[in-house]
């Protein structure tokens, strides 16, 4: 089908400020802008693998309601009419919720997650649940139980991960918006790797209440988007205190939106000459060398030389975030043990019950190599004579890196940074080398550890045609200065980097 234009734009090219703005007006209809997108999502799937579901049924719907309201003079909410889509890892009541692996193929989840219920009031439009590492559990969207999902700047290449299906929708314009989760990047690589933008806000500023866990002191909700107004805007819906969350923070929420001019005069921009050492393709330093020259131009103030020298050295944080979060993965996934729900393994040829044997083989038939691994890594540090030599001096290690920040941020606002060493790798490339797909969350990893925010921002193509972004990360609860930023490397570009067309 040929999709809706308007100004010869397709309406699934739209960014969300624009949707709201026509939706609000009557210029076009959240019906017309679903319809677009759920066209765009049947073209392009059969490439891409995206999505693990699509609700067409209830996002028409849901649409065909709103524009009912808005034609009644009714109040629509902060995100009228526009479609999003939501990693599946994130609770939605009444559909599939398979955290993309074999063992949640089939469960339904019985209620909506807080974030969902926040997008529900602000009158979003729902079209299906996205493509994931497996448990979120990658840096490549290649171990999800569903297929891999494939980058739409090269199908044969990745589009990361973990939250490589929601990341990779947003740039083909199969959404307007999307949700994702970062437990060590998984929100900031893909969107670097995808050329969109991607925000992990402070860890806390968001629920998690209905998050599916992999590591409870490291997860954190946050959103993919076509532009930085547009991070802005869905962070606004979905941050603020949640009393079903024991680790949310009740911290007052800024109007990001408003504040949102993009002036930078005075700001301090620190460079860490940790993040600029061996293993960093040379396109990529250019990129945040050149981002770091254009913010200087507009009014920032560089802060060279800076030092993290734990947080940015990857000897200690790569080791140290795959000591944690493997030990909080291999608690959180004991649940899964083929009794309350999720896949279940019958037993014995005989027909007889072997309690045991019911859980180990529903287990190695559930999960997926990836997070056996990752249960097995965790199950071993946490065990008895290696918890004190592995997660004790992982947890100080995560401390200095705390300290690492807080000690920076005494020096400059946010610091720049690359997201990723190299850009978009080849499908299958990786999916054998363990250490080396972890090494792609060297930029990323401490971000988690320290709970402070970051954003992926497009910055420059590569010389093979692939989106390079840059990292900005900012002091806990400063999403404001964040942004502030973010935007201003977005208007400083001599031209923005676009997602794919339809």
Request: aromatic share 6%; charged share 25%.
């Amino acid at each position: 089908m040929t999709p809706l234009l308007v100004s010869d734009v397709a309406l699934n090219e739209l960014t969300a400020c624009d949707v709201i703005q026509r939706v609000r007006s009557g210029e076009t209809s959240s019906v017309e802008v679903t319809q677009s997108v759920l066209d765009r999502i049947e073209s392009a799937e059969p490439t891409l693998n995206a999505f693990v579901s699509v609700d067409v049924e209830r996002a028409l719907a849901r649409a065909e309601s709103i524009d009912k309201r808005r034609s009644r003079g009714e109040e629509l909410g902060d995100l009228a009419g526009v479609p999003i889509a939501v990693k599946d890892v994130i609770c939605v009541r009444g559909g599939r919720t398979t955290c993309g692996s074999r063992i949640l193929e089939h469960y339904v989840a019985p209620y909506d997650a807080t974030v969902i219920e926040r997008l529900h009031q602000a009158d979003a439009v729902l079209v299906g649940k996205t493509n994931m590492d497996e448990f979120a559990m990658g840096s490549s969207c290649e171990n999800s139980f569903f297929g891999p999902t494939r980058n739409p700047a090269d199908p044969d290449r990745v589009p990361g991960g973990s939250s490589g299906g929601s990341a990779a929708a947003v740039a083909a314009h199969e959404t307007i918006l999307a949700l994702g989760s970062d437990t060590g990047g998984s929100v900031r690589q893909p969107a670097g790797y995808c050329g969109v933008v991607g925000l992990k806000p402070t860890y806390g500023r968001v629920s998690r209440y209905g998050l599916v866990a992999f590591a409870s002191s490291l997860d954190q909700i946050g959103p993919v988007a076509k532009d930085v107004a547009d991070a802005a805007l869905l962070l606004s819906v979905i941050a603020g205190h949640d009393s079903r969350d024991a680790t949310s923070v009740d911290e007052a929420v800024p109007d990001y939106p408003q504040k949102l001019t993009g002036e930078v005069e005075g700001l301090k921009v620190g460079l860490a000459e940790e993040h600029f050492g061996a293993g960093l393709d040379e396109e990529i330093r250019s990129a945040v060398e050149e981002t770091a020259r254009r913010l200087e131009e507009q009014g920032a103030e560089i802060v060279s030389p800076l030092s993290l020298e734990v947080a940015a050295n990857p000897d200690y944080c790569i080791g140290a975030y795959y000591i944690i979060a493997t030990a909080e993965a291999s608690a959180n996934l004991s649940r899964y043990d083929g009794v309350k729900f999720g896949f279940r393994h019958r037993g014995r040829s005989d027909g007889r019950a072997d309690l045991l044997e019911m859980y180990r083989q529903s287990r190695s038939s559930g999960f997926g190599a990836e997070v056996k691994r990752r249960i097995m890594l965790g199950t071993y540090v946490l065990s008895a004579g290696y918890y004190e030599a592995y997660y004790l001096e992982a947890q100080k290690v995560r401390t200095l890196i705390r300290r690492d920040f807080e000690k920076a941020f005494a020096r400059c606002d946010v610091l720049l940074s690359p997201v990723a060493p190299t850009t978009a790798f080849p499908i299958g490339e990786q999916i054998d080398d363990p250490l080396q797909m972890y090494l792609n969350d060297v930029y990323t990893v401490s971000v988690n550890l320290a709970g402070i925010p970051g954003i992926s921002v497009p910055a420059a193509t590569s010389s093979e045609g692939l989106p390079i972004g840059v990292q900005l990360l900012a002091a806990p609860f400063r999403e404001e200065a964040l942004l502030q930023a973010a935007r201003a490397v977005e208007l400083g570009l001599p031209s923005i980097p676009t997602p794919m067309r339809s």
